[in-house]
Every structure is written in C-alpha cells, then in structure tokens.
C-alpha cells in the first residue's frame, strides 16, 4: 500500500491473496489506512477530492483483481455502499472536519538516500541541510506553541528565531531544543548521538522512561557526544566554521576511526566497505574533502594519510583495505 514492495515482495503477496483470510486481512488493511489517510489530509471538501479520488481507485483495482477481470454483483454493492459513505462524508467535510483542522497536523517527510547534504526549508523558513541516507518529519503547519520536527540520521539546521515557538528537534528519546541558532545533529541507529553548534545555543535532553535528563547546555564552538546504551556523556570544543561547510558538502574527519569514516563514505557513496584487519578499524584518521569528489580520489587520499591499502570489487561494489600487503584470495 506504500508502494515499497520489491517485486519478490509482490509476487509473495500475490500467492498471499489467493487464501480467502489473507484477502480479508487485505481489505481491513486498505480501510484502515484509508480511515488514517482521510484523518491525517486536509479538511475543505476540495482538500479531501485527491485523497477520495485516490482510495476509489484503489478500491476499483482492488474489485478488478478479486473478480478475474469481471466485477461481481457482491463486490457492485460494496462499490456502491463505499460510494455512498465517501459522499456522507464529504457532505459533513465542511462542518465535523473543519473544526478539527488545527487539531491533527499533516507530516511532510523527507528523505536523503545518498550524496552531498540536500537542502530543505521548513513552514516557519528554518533551513535543513539533510545528510546522506537520513530523513526528517515535519508538520506541514507547526502549533502555534511550539515547533517539533523528527530527525533520523545527520542535518545541519539554521532555525528561524521566534521566542515564542521553541523549536525542538526529537532523535528518538533525545530532545534538542532551540530558539534560534544553527547546529549539527548527528543520530544513526546504534552510534552515539552528537549535537554540534555553529552558533546561538541549545538544550539537550534525554527522556527515556519518561524520566527527564539535561545532557548539555551547548554554545557556540561546544559539542556533546551521548551514548544511550550506558549514558555516558563527553564534550568537546568544535570549529564552527567546519559545521557551516559540512551543510554545502565539505566532509571533515578529525582524528576519527577508520570504521566510522567508513560508515559516512557508506553513506555519501552507496558502497560496502571490508576491514581485513580488526587493528586497521581503531585507526585514527584526518582529512577534509567535498562530497562531490570521485570515491576513488578520496580512497587514494586516505590510504596515503591511514596508511593502509584497498581493493575494489567493481560487481559487489565493495572496497576492502588491509594493512601492508594484498589479502590472500581464499577461494
């Protein structure tokens, strides 16, 4: 229903479907979805027609696909009973629904599957710079108390002042609150979590277990490093000018881990990479490039600043680097 089936997917749901409960699953599933879709769109009868155009459609491929081809009186009555709830609806769409208008928010997701920062600018103008392989959720309206926004992965924010609306930004349990500053959010799934400010300040807590922990008051130049699993908490100084360079796509290491330059390169360029030595990981590495750079320029600047080797398998789209001299074939 989302459209984010591979085809084998699909052909399992096709085999799927041919059992009688599996099709009635199917049919809660599409009402379900239906029922959220319509509370979660717009509220005006001319907001609601794509979202009824859209459903009906649905519903007469899904008619189609049941009947072989040949609509069945059975499936005519539930086209016809579905029709006229649709046009009870819309009927009560400019009284019920409107009141509720600014009540249940409409969420724009965004999504970056690879390559340089990706620009976003957000209802109230506040700028996001979205890494590779991150996405954020947004409200297409905010409330009129506050501004709260959902980060999944890397971005770079310049946040619009407005000391009225606090603007927050949630990764998971971690809440980052601002008012108006720029800053780096950095919080992929099992890594730390770091939140960098180039200027301003914010506020970073933790709510887990619905207990509330300050982990840092950070100003210009500050960053702090969270790890949720043992909740250790470490800050350091950052140069705000590389924070601002990283959102048009300059790529900075500091003395950081070959393993987690290999994650961000993982990211950037959509490749695998291979340690052969467990030791070649906890190397520490600095650099500075731009994400527009060819991989393979990158690699050979690495190589020569790790000191470390590559190869690359072209068909697995795989670099492996070990240390000193080539790794035995071992088929």
């Known amino acids: 229903m989302d459209n984010r089936c591979s085809p084998e997917e699909l052909e399992q749901v096709r085999l799927l479907l041919q059992h009688p409960e599996n099709s009635e699953l199917l049919d809660s599933l599409i009402a379900g979805q239906a029922a ?55 009927l ?15 969420y724009v997701q965004q999504r970056n599957p690879g390559g340089i920062p990706v620009k976003y600018i957000l209802p109230d103008s506040t700028e996001v710079h979205l ?10 309206r905010f409330s009129e108390n506050k501004r709260v926004i959902f980060l999944e992965g890397e971005a770079f924010f310049d946040v619009k002042p407005d000391p009225e609306k606090p603007f927050i930004i949630q990764t998971g349990e971690v809440h980052t609150r601002v008012l108006g500053t720029s800053f780096r959010i950095t919080a992929f799934k099992g890594a730390l979590l770091e939140v960098a400010v180039a200027t301003g300040k914010v506020q970073v807590t933790d709510h887990q277990k619905g207990q509330l922990r300050e982990l840092a008051v950070l100003s210009q130049g500050r960053k702090v490093s969270y790890n949720p699993v043992n ?13 601002e360079k990283w959102a048009t796509g300059e790529v900075y290491f500091e003395e950081q881990r070959l393993d987690s330059i290999t994650e961000v390169l993982q990211r950037i360029y959509g490749v695998e990479f291979r340690l052969e030595q467990s030791t070649l990981g906890i190397s520490r590495v600095s650099a500075a490039f731009s994400a527009t750079e060819p991989l393979e320029s990158v690699m050979e600047m690495l190589a020569f600043v790790g000191k470390f080797q590559y190869s690359y398998d072209m068909e697995k789209q795989l670099y492996t680097l070990y240390l000193n001299k080539k790794p035995i074939d071992k088929k």
């Open 36 to 90: 959220a879709d319509w509370e979660a769109t717009g509220y005006a009868n001319e907001e609601l027609q794509p979202t009824v155009a859209r459903w009906k459609k649905q519903l007469n491929e899904r008619i189609y696909r049941q009947s072989g081809g040949s609509v069945k009186h059975l499936w005519i009555r539930k086209l016809r009973i579905a029709a006229a709830v649709i046009a009870g609806v819309l």
């Open 92 to 106: 009560l769409g400019g009284i019920a629904f409107r009141s509720l208008k600014n009540t249940v928010p409409t």
């Open 131 to 140: 890494a590779a392989g991150s996405q954020i959720r947004y409200p297409v």
């Open 231 to 243: 909740g250790s908490v470490e800050q350091k100084a950052v140069d705000p000018a590389s924070l």
